[in-house]
C-alpha cells in the first residue's frame, strides 16, 4: 500500500511548522532532538555520571513525542512513501546527482534514505566507515554539545524566538554543510 509518492508541498508543510512554532512558543516549550537526548539519558539514569543530565526529566517528557514521531515518520516514509520505479522504491534524485554519485563509485544512489553501501555493520570497521560514521557521529554529538543545541532546535526554534545565537549556529551550520559537500565527502566516497 502507497500513501503518496510526493513530499508535501511548502504551502502545506511550512504552515504546521509555523503552527507548531506558535503553539510551543504559546506554552514556553522548545523543539530540538538533542534536548530529547538529555532527556532520555537522565531517564536512564546518566544524572549519577554528569551534571549535565541533572534535570527535571519529568517536565521534559512531552517531547519524547517528537522522538516518537520521527520514528514513526521514518518507518512510514521508508516504507510508504517513496515513489515506485520499476521493482525498487527510488528516491527522486536529478540525473546530474545521480551521475554524480555513481562517478564516485556509489552503488544505485536514491535506492534508499541513506546509502547502505556506507552505512551497514561490515562498512563500519573500514577507513571510509570509521571516518563517516564514528568520526562523523562524534563530531555531530561535540557540535550540538558546543552550539547548545542541534540544527532543528536552532533553525526551527531559535529563529522563531529571534535568537542571535540561533542565527550564527544556522550560519555556521550551512557553511559547514557546504564545506564538507563540495571538499570532504568527495574524497571520502571514494575510499
Same mark, same amino acid.
Given at each position: 500500500?502507497?500513501l503518496?509518492?510526493? %513530499?508535501?508541498?511548502? *504551502? $502545506?508543510? +511550512?504552515?504546521?511548522?509555523?503552527?507548531t512554532?506558535?503553539?510551543?512558543?504559546?506554552?514556553?516549550?522548545?523543539?530540538g $532532538?538533542?534536548s530529547?537526548?538529555?532527556?532520555?539519558?537522565?531517564?536512564?539514569?546518566?544524572?549519577?555520571?554528569?551534571? *549535565?543530565?541533572?534535570?527535571?526529566?519529568?517536565k521534559?517528557?512531552? /517531547?519524547?513525542? !517528537?522522538?516518537?514521531?520521527?520514528?514513526?515518520g +521514518?518507518f512510514i516514509?521508508?516504507? *510508504?512513501m517513496? +515513489?515506485?520505479n520499476?521493482?525498487h522504491?527510488q528516491?527522486?534524485?536529478?540525473?546530474?546527482?545521480?551521475?554524480?554519485?555513481?562517478? *564516485?563509485?556509489?552503488? /544505485?544512489?536514491?535506492?534508499?534514505y541513506? %546509502?547502505?553501501s556506507? !552505512?551497514?555493520?561490515?562498512?563500519?570497521?573500514?577507513?571510509q566507515?570509521l571516518?563517516?560514521?564514528?568520526l562523523?557521529?562524534?563530531?555531530i554529538?561535540?557540535?550540538?554539545?558546543?552550539?547548545?543545541?542541534?540544527?532543528?532546535?536552532?533553525?526551527?526554534? +531559535?529563529?522563531?524566538?529571534?535568537?542571535?545565537?540561533s542565527?550564527?549556529? $544556522?550560519?555556521g551550520?550551512?557553511?559547514?554543510?557546504?564545506? $564538507?559537500?563540495? !571538499?570532504?565527502?568527495?574524497s571520502l566516497?571514494?575510499?
Amino acid at each position: 500500500m502507497e500513501l503518496i509518492s510526493q %513530499p508535501w508541498p511548502w *504551502y $502545506v508543510a +511550512g504552515p504546521l511548522i509555523a503552527i507548531t512554532m506558535v503553539l510551543l512558543l504559546l506554552f514556553g516549550k522548545r523543539l530540538g $532532538v538533542s534536548s530529547n537526548f538529555q532527556t532520555m539519558c537522565t531517564i536512564a539514569g546518566a544524572d549519577k555520571i554528569a551534571d *549535565y543530565f541533572k534535570i527535571d526529566w519529568k517536565k521534559r517528557i512531552w /517531547s519524547l513525542v !517528537f522522538i516518537a514521531g520521527s520514528i514513526i515518520g +521514518g518507518f512510514i516514509a521508508q516504507n *510508504y512513501m517513496m +515513489g515506485e520505479n520499476g521493482e525498487h522504491k527510488q528516491i527522486a534524485l536529478s540525473e546530474a546527482t545521480t551521475l554524480n554519485l555513481e562517478s *564516485y563509485g556509489m552503488a /544505485s544512489p536514491g535506492h534508499d534514505y541513506e %546509502p547502505i553501501s556506507i !552505512f551497514n555493520w561490515n562498512n563500519l570497521f573500514t577507513t571510509q566507515g570509521l571516518i563517516i560514521i564514528v568520526l562523523g557521529g562524534f563530531l555531530i554529538g561535540f557540535g550540538t554539545r558546543w552550539a547548545n543545541g542541534c540544527t532543528s532546535g536552532h533553525a526551527i526554534s +531559535g529563529l522563531s524566538n529571534l535568537q542571535l545565537p540561533s542565527l550564527i549556529a $544556522v550560519i555556521g551550520f550551512f557553511i559547514g554543510g557546504l564545506i $564538507v559537500t563540495w !571538499f570532504v565527502l568527495p574524497s571520502l566516497l571514494i575510499l
